[in-house]
């Protein structure tokens, strides 16, 4: 889960927009040549553009002329020994297009007169009045400029889009060259002008991001998603950079010399990645912190293990993962590469978000380089379809073992090698359950016999005080590492039951350790909200659904650890059915 000082702020408001904070930088004109193709309103539009924007603004004719220029912003280098070479970041050869951004003209008065985005190349071209002086903005959003759909806003200023702009005077016969370029602030020492490129760094994650998606899914439609940034975000304030499910927005650290992620795009692509799981698939992930030692939760190890893996899909093939910060943004704060064994991760197994990346990485990556004995490059397509199918549906928690049981499920072919490649990290994949694993853990001083997930627990069954591992059914504080995180491995105890013919059972949890309170957690298949006991108190809860098909819950307790016992009983059908 993972920046601005501001000059010369204007809010301008614009016809179907809120308000734009606008950085003033500056830009050279030119003139002559033909318009670029653009994109209007998130459409791809001809080579000429003069008829397309008169129709939806009205102008043309010998009243307008094209404005025509490339949009681009300044792209520090992360340096080999760490940190970001901001010193050259605003030289002409570190300009980035700025992608299918919003653009508009606005007159004097800020009314918008024309409005488009830059294409691909960060080329925009838009009708403007002729004999008259206007402003070319730049807006942090893409898609359709009246409504759109993403958009990087200053969470401290009133949720402001952020853009810059270009003053133009408009003559008589088509304006070309006119290019702006918005800088990073940097003056060689620290940031004393506005850091105008962060929104569009962030922006431009996103456009590749989409971009990605749109490979596997030509038509895919995204979710509205606002991305907050503000050089006032720190540790202090947002405390990391996350994505948040309740609000289906990203917030982003920016606070200088401690830590800025607008420039750390694998971070920002592990957001993304978090809002395209929730939105287009299925996350069961628990949140909360984790590190590349931890044995965690199997929904919290997926969840982050994906977000690593696919930061790198994001970015063109890029497995190389780093998070800048400190003085001067002169320091790394995390470096690894998702294809590669990540020293002090501790033992591998379903619980390791490293295992996950890897082997997740080691699917989609061309070639199969054969490390780890990894023999597939499946590539992104049949990643994205299990996630946004199968996975998406699975009756078990979200975890790696359901993600490769779909795989293997779809691409049959290949399903040995997956299974190899799962085994160099000590997993077998039977099923989306889990029913067995190559390494084996002492827990609470208990060894386990499979390390088997799912204890099952069927209607007619009561008083069930043993998992299927032989050991006492509990929750457990094994492998909490201080952090105050509950979501990590056994502290929630996971449970399957197969519904009897009647369609219905009614199950109780009832804790064994004094002063304890219980509450059950289900998968997002259940559709259903947590319950939640008090202390020293049996929880009863009812399964409906189809006779004989299997249905998931967890139990976890906030006091601390805890031994229970579960009942299961059958109960008739309503007299309705």
């Known amino acids: 889960m993972r920046n601005f000082s501001r000059n010369d702020w ?42 397309q924007l ?23 280098l992360a340096i080999a020994g760490g940190g970001l070479d901001l010193d050259n970041a605003d030289n002409p050869g570190r300009r980035t297009a700025i992608r299918g951004a919003v653009i508009e003209v606005r007159s004097a008065a800020g009314a918008v007169l024309s409005r488009g985005n830059t294409n691909a190349q960060g080329d925009y071209a838009l009708a403007a009045p002729i004999n008259q002086s206007v402003t070319i903005v730049a807006i942090a959003a893409l898609g359709n400029g009246a409504q759109p759909n993403v958009s990087v806003v200053d969470n401290t200023n009133a949720q402001a889009i952020y853009a810059v702009d270009l003053p133009v005077t408009v003559g008589a016969v088509a304006l070309a060259n006119q290019n702006f370029n918005a800088s990073t602030g940097w003056d060689g020492t620290r940031y004393s002008g506005a850091r105008s490129a962060a929104p569009f760094a962030i922006l431009d994650v996103v456009f590749s991001a989409q971009a990605l998606i749109r490979t596997a899914s030509a038509g895919a439609v995204f979710p509205a998603l606002k ?17 948040n499910t309740a609000t289906k927005e990203i917030t982003l650290l920016g606070a200088a010399n401690i830590d800025t992620d607008e420039f750390d795009t694998h971070v920002l692509a592990h957001e993304w990645t978090h809002y395209f799981e929730d939105n287009f698939g299925r996350s069961d992930s628990l949140g909360g912190a984790h590190g590349l030692g931890d044995k965690l939760d199997p929904t919290v190890a ?15 093939g890029d497995p190389v993962y780093v998070d800048t910060g400190r003085q001067g943004q002169a320091g790394n704060l995390l470096t690894l590469n998702v294809e590669t064994e990540q020293g002090g991760d501790g033992t591998d197994g379903f619980w390791s978000e490293t295992s996950v990346q890897e082997v997740i990485w080691d699917i989609f990556d061309v070639p199969a380089d054969g490390a780890h004995s990894d ?42 090698a997956i299974d190899t490649r799962a085994a ?64 990590k491995l056994f502290n929630r105890a996971f449970i399957r039951t197969v519904l009897p013919a009647s369609g219905r059972v009614q199950l109780t949890a009832t804790p064994t350790t004094s002063g304890i ?14 319950v939640n006991g008090s202390r020293n108190v049996a929880v009863t809860f009812t399964i409906t659904g189809v006779a004989n098909t299997t249905h998931c819950f967890a139990v976890n307790s906030l006091e601390g650890p ?16």
């Open 10 to 51: 204007l809010a301008v408001f614009g016809v179907g927009l809120v308000a734009v904070a606008v950085l003033h930088i500056s830009g050279c004109g030119g003139a002559g040549g033909a318009p670029p193709a653009v994109v209007i309103d998130g459409q791809i539009a001809p080579d000429r553009v003069g008829s």
């Open 54 to 76: 008169a129709a939806i603004t009205g102008l043309g004719g010998a009243t307008s002329v094209i404005v025509s220029g490339k949009a681009t912003y300044s792209s520090p």
């Open 227 to 243: 991305l907050n940034w503000s050089v006032n975000n720190s540790p202090a304030t947002v405390v990391t950079s996350f994505y």
């Open 302 to 316: 997926f969840g982050e293990g994906l977000a690593n893996a696919m930061s790198g899909m994001i970015l063109g």
């Open 375 to 416: 023999t597939l490059a499946l590539g992104f397509t049949p990643i994205f379809n299990v996630l946004v199918g199968r996975q998406k549906n699975t009756l078990a928690f979200t975890s790696l073992h359901s993600f490769l049981a779909a795989l293997k499920v779809e691409n049959a072919g290949s399903a040995g």
């Open 424 to 487: 160099v990290e000590g997993i077998t994949i039977n099923d989306e359950f889990q029913t067995t694993a190559n390494v084996l853990l002492t827990v609470d001083g208990q060894p386990s016999t499979t390390n088997s997930l799912y204890t099952t627990v069927n209607a007619g069954q009561a008083n069930v005080a043993v998992d299927v591992n032989s050991r006492p059914l509990r929750t457990s504080d094994e492998f909490l590492n201080g952090d105050g995180s509950l979501n």
């Open 517 to 530: 309170s219980l509450f059950i957690d289900f998968p997002g298949s259940e559709n259903r909200a947590n």
């Open 562 to 577: 805890s031994t229970f016992s579960l009942s299961a009983l059958a109960l008739a059908k309503p007299a309705n059915n």
